[in-house]
């Protein structure tokens, strides 16, 4: 069983930063791959950003390329989304996840792919 817990939302103007942050337990955690996921009111929940066990390799949504990034420190077991540039439509529920089983590089961006999921922390940017 692995536990994510994230934390690090709340509200930021349009064009703040802010960094999300996401525990996991386990004593695994630096071969996990790990993702950011997240869902605006009346949407599905959509891909943001993600990063393979060793930190190697990161994916990003085309919306937010450039603004966002994600990094892992195994250490400390947790994952970190630092959010530039923010924008209104950056509005949501963020959401880490975890995926303990290794599935393909296509399979870090499919909500599918992942095994475990935080509860989320909130997101707003005002305008």
């Known amino acids: 069983q692995v536990q994510l817990v994230e934390s690090g939302g709340g509200l930021v103007q349009a064009g703040g930063s802010r960094r999300l942050s996401c525990a996991a337990s386990g004593r695994t955690f630096s071969s996990y791959g790990m993702g950011w996921f997240r869902q605006a009111p009346g949407k599905e929940r959509e891909f943001v950003a993600a990063i393979s066990w060793s930190g190697g390799s990161t994916y990003y949504a085309d919306s937010v390329k450039g603004r966002f990034t994600i990094s892992r420190d195994n250490a400390k077991n947790t994952v970190y989304l630092q959010m530039n540039s923010t924008k209104p439509e950056d509005t949501a529920v963020y959401y880490c996840?975890?995926?303990?089983?290794?599935?393909?590089?296509?399979?870090?961006?499919?909500?599918?792919?992942?095994?475990?999921w935080g509860q989320g922390t909130q997101v707003t940017v005002s305008s």
């Open positions: 996840a975890a995926q303990i089983y290794y599935r393909g590089s296509y399979y870090y961006t499919a909500a599918a792919g992942y095994d475990y």
